[in-house]
């Protein structure tokens, strides 16, 4: 939804890919991020060069969503060089930092880039793109299936490689991870055990490591903790692959894939934390969750809805679960109709030191229960006191938010 009237959405539907660069004035420094990116993509000038290159003779522009006030171009302009003190690219300045939630943006720069005609997401790692193809040679970019991406050997610890179509019938969960990473070598811990469980039970089930350590030598102290399976620490493309391939902004992150390579869960980390014994394995998204210490991260995603409810009455929230679930399910799936995420998750929140946190962090009343919207990313609340949730209030509720009617309170 571009709403500036400088420049039109249909001045774009020409081209074939828009890339939509997430910078920040008070961007850590290059050096400080991670992946790392090369000298030539260490500043927009130069990354506007990059992508004049790898998108020459094709039709592409850039829109620039910085959270710096910014001026918008008079045009959108092809890719097609730089001039002297301009970005070749377009620039927005967005109320309500509306597409930082639309891709769940967590890390910054991102560069995600999309199909002009459909505005489905093409490729949610962008500049693991530019650095991996800097000549353009997969231009636009799209989306590879799994068996294509893990093709190849696979390491393991007691014995000879494996190729990858022994994956064949598996459920995989794809696991990125460091051993410089004290989450990760933690989530390590409980993996092993849950990786046990799973087998021991008589399912089909492999996890495969895909390294983020900085030395092979790294590499190897940690897979040697690991009962699993291995992309080989030296074959750095198929490891870059599959971090673009299901967009990976940070660590530790397990992806848990069905046996025809679909991903069924992107939140396996919160998953195998809070399923110890494996019982829900593999972990089919729940419409709503309860929110709980290992979860919470998810509240930083995107806007979320959290109906606070009184847990001294031993039903209540599951009486909350069933009342607010079906929104939810209707969301979920009008979205998945449309190959989109949902714009909201949803959530059951008791009486707890976390609850209690969260709701002193966003200086919300003490009442129970209590319906409300969270934005973390906007910093922005939207809050229903009333004394009865009912169905109807809640859907109206999220539906007034989804139309914009809401007005928003800071937190």
């Known amino acids: 939804n571009f709403q500036d009237p400088a420049i039109s959405l ?103 880039f999309l199909d002009a005609t459909t505005g489905k997401v093409v490729c949610r790692n962008g500049l693991l793109v530019i650095r991996d193809d800097p000549e353009g040679l997969e231009f636009p970019w799209g989306p590879k ?36 990473c004290p989450p990760c070598r933690s989530l390590t811990r409980v993996l092993v055990e849950s990786y046990r469980k799973i087998k021991e039970a008589g399912q089909k089930f492999e996890i495969i490591f895909v390294s983020a350590d900085r030395s092979e030598d790294s590499f190897k102290q940690y897979f040697s903790e690991m009962p699993w399976l291995a992309v080989p620490y030296t074959d750095e493309a198929r490891r870059s692959r599959l971090n673009r391939l299901y967009g990976i902004q940070g660590i530790p992150t397990l992806i848990v894939l069905d046996p025809q ?13 809070n399923d110890e014994d ?44 069933q009342l607010i679930q079906p929104i939810a399910e209707k969301i979920i799936a009008k979205y998945k109709a449309k190959e989109e995420e949902a714009p909201l998750l949803f959530f059951v929140a008791g009486e707890d030191d976390m609850t209690d946190s969260l709701r002193d962090y966003t200086n919300l009343p003490e009442a129970a229960p209590l319906l409300t919207i969270l934005d973390m990313s906007a910093r922005a609340k939207y809050v229903m006191d009333v004394e009865e949730i009912t169905p109807a209030i809640v859907e109206a509720f999220v539906n007034d938010f989804l139309a914009e009617k809401l007005k928003p309170e800071p937190i």
């Open 10 to 112: 249909h001045s774009l539907e020409s081209h074939c890919v828009i890339g939509t660069l997430f910078p920040v004035l008070s961007c850590l420094s290059p050096a400080d991020l991670h992946p790392p990116l090369p000298p030539p993509l260490t500043n927009l000038e130069s990354l506007a060069c990059s992508l004049s290159l790898v998108t020459s003779g094709n039709l592409a522009t850039v829109v620039s969503c910085s959270r710096a006030a910014c001026v918008p171009r008079k045009n959108p302009v092809k890719v097609s060089g730089i001039q002297k003190n301009r970005s070749p690219w377009t620039r927005y300045s967005f109320g309500l930092l509306k597409l930082w939630n639309k891709y769940r943006i967590s890390n910054i720069p991102s560069l995600i």
């Open 145 to 180: 299936p799994f068996r294509e991406v893990i093709a190849g050997p696979l390491l393991r610890n007691n014995g000879p490689a494996l190729e990858s179509s022994s994956l064949e019938g598996s459920h995989v969960g794809v696991y990125f991870s460091a051993h410089w």
């Open 261 to 273: 390579g679909e991903v069924i869960t992107r939140q396996g980390r919160v998953e195998v934390l």
């Open 278 to 321: 494996c019982r829900g394995f593999p972990w089919h998204p729940k419409p709503v969750l309860e929110l709980s210490d290992s979860n919470a991260v998810q509240l930083n995603e995107g806007p979320c809805l959290v109906l606070f409810v009184d847990s001294e009455d031993d039903g209540e929230s599951e009486a909350a679960k």
